[in-house]
């Protein structure tokens, strides 16, 4: 953190008496943000063949939720067995009527389960990953103190991911400017958040223990992702490396064949052979349909 004063280049920001959305506010995601909820237009969401349907995107949040679905039919859960449609939330289809329905709050994921008599709608990466655990019975402990500690800690990375993402995401990687203040202020907030984690896996192989549980599933795709540099370019300015226990942590993870799985799916980025747009079935990762298009000539 930087010890000198700044000096304002113009005048101060003045908070008006009372806020008004009279403009855009810059940014990446300026085309979608606005101060209200609900639906924008009318669109019913797709459904698949499997009771269970995910909406969603290969972000951090939406990466926990297939890694999920994937570690339980690896374990041979079928009625684990999903589709998985992509939303691209920068063209705003979070906002169709269907997927509102899904989730009041219009983020990715959200999750309709069709087994039982009525339908039940999950949303809250979190909530869905709970969801999955009991009622498949697999990654959350069953003695109440193990499932103490993997409770806390899936809390613990709800309540600490939006400084990762939102704050120092956003502001070393998105904003329109740069703001040292901001900067400052989220990647110190990020770096006690790392460190917190290293000395919990210095002294456990899994974040809640010996078992491997949703509280991983959760952390991983935030935390371990920054540590091994594949967020916002911003692990040399974190100097990510010292996390040496988070790193170790997240290789293991990293090799697992259902979260490989899961990873790809709904991804938009990368590699073309990373990106599974849909999945509707286990074979989609063999055949990658949606794939094979002809990359555009430069």
Same mark, same amino acid.
Request: glycine share 8%; with cysteine.
């Given at each position: 953190?930087?010890?000198?004063?700044?000096?304002?280049?113009?005048?101060?920001?003045?908070?008006?008496?009372?806020?008004?959305?009279?403009?855009?506010?810059?940014?990446?995601?300026?085309? @979608?943000? #606005?101060?209200?909820?609900?639906?924008?237009?009318?669109?019913?969401?797709?459904?698949?063949?499997?009771?269970?349907?995910?909406?969603?995107?290969?972000?951090?949040?939406?990466?926990?939720?297939?890694?999920?679905?994937?570690?339980?039919?690896?374990?041979?859960?079928?009625?684990?067995?999903?589709?998985?449609?992509?939303?691209?939330?920068?063209? &705003?289809?979070?906002?169709?009527? &269907?997927?509102?329905?899904?989730?009041?709050?219009?983020? @990715?994921?959200?999750?309709?389960?069709?087994?039982?008599?009525?339908?039940? =709608?999950?949303?809250?990466?979190?909530?869905?990953?709970?969801?999955?655990?009991?009622?498949?019975?697999?990654?959350?402990?069953?003695?109440?103190?193990?499932?103490?500690?993997?409770?806390?800690?899936?809390?613990?990375?709800?309540?600490?991911?939006?400084?990762?993402?939102?704050?120092?995401?956003?502001?070393?990687?998105?904003?329109?400017?740069?703001?040292?203040?901001?900067?400052?202020?989220?990647?110190?907030?990020?770096?006690?958040?790392?460190?917190?984690?290293?000395?919990?896996?210095?002294?456990?192989?899994? @974040?809640?223990?010996?078992?491997?549980? @949703?509280?991983?599933?959760?952390?991983?795709?935030?935390?371990?992702?920054?540590?091994?540099?594949?967020?916002?370019?911003?692990?040399?300015?974190?100097?990510?490396?010292?996390?040496?226990?988070?790193?170790?942590?997240?290789?293991?993870?990293?090799? =697992?064949?259902?979260?490989?799985?899961? =990873?790809?799916?709904?991804?938009?980025?990368?590699?073309?052979?990373?990106?599974?747009?849909?999945?509707?079935?286990?074979?989609?990762?063999?055949? #990658?349909?949606?794939?094979?298009?002809?990359?555009?000539?430069?």
């Amino acid at each position: 953190m930087s010890d000198a004063t700044p000096t304002p280049t113009s005048a101060p920001y003045v908070p008006p008496k009372i806020w008004t959305w009279n403009k855009a506010n810059g940014g990446r995601f300026a085309n @979608i943000n #606005r101060p209200v909820a609900g639906a924008t237009h009318d669109k019913e969401l797709p459904r698949g063949k499997h009771p269970l349907q995910l909406y969603s995107l290969g972000t951090p949040n939406g990466v926990k939720v297939t890694v999920m679905l994937e570690e339980l039919l690896a374990l041979g859960h079928t009625g684990a067995e999903y589709d998985a449609w992509l939303v691209r939330i920068n063209e &705003g289809e979070q906002f169709s009527s &269907g997927f509102v329905a899904a989730n009041p709050n219009s983020k @990715i994921p959200a999750l309709w389960d069709y087994s039982g008599e009525v339908p039940q =709608r999950v949303f809250e990466s979190g909530a869905i990953l709970l969801y999955l655990a009991e009622k498949f019975g697999a990654f959350l402990p069953t003695d109440l103190a193990t499932r103490t500690e993997c409770m806390s800690w899936l809390f613990w990375q709800m309540g600490s991911a939006p400084y990762l993402g939102g704050g120092f995401g956003h502001f070393y990687a998105y904003a329109p400017f740069k703001i040292e203040y901001a900067i400052d202020r989220f990647a110190m907030e990020v770096k006690r958040e790392l460190d917190v984690l290293n000395r919990r896996l210095a002294e456990s192989r899994f @974040i809640a223990g010996d078992e491997y549980t @949703i509280a991983d599933i959760a952390i991983w795709p935030w935390y371990g992702g920054m540590v091994k540099g594949q967020m916002y370019e911003g692990g040399e300015f974190l100097q990510v490396q010292e996390y040496t226990h988070v790193i170790r942590w997240a290789d293991e993870i990293a090799k =697992r064949p259902a979260v490989r799985r899961g =990873r790809m799916v709904n991804r938009v980025m990368g590699p073309l052979e990373t990106q599974l747009h849909e999945r509707h079935d286990a074979s989609d990762f063999d055949t #990658r349909t949606q794939d094979k298009l002809q990359a555009p000539k430069a």
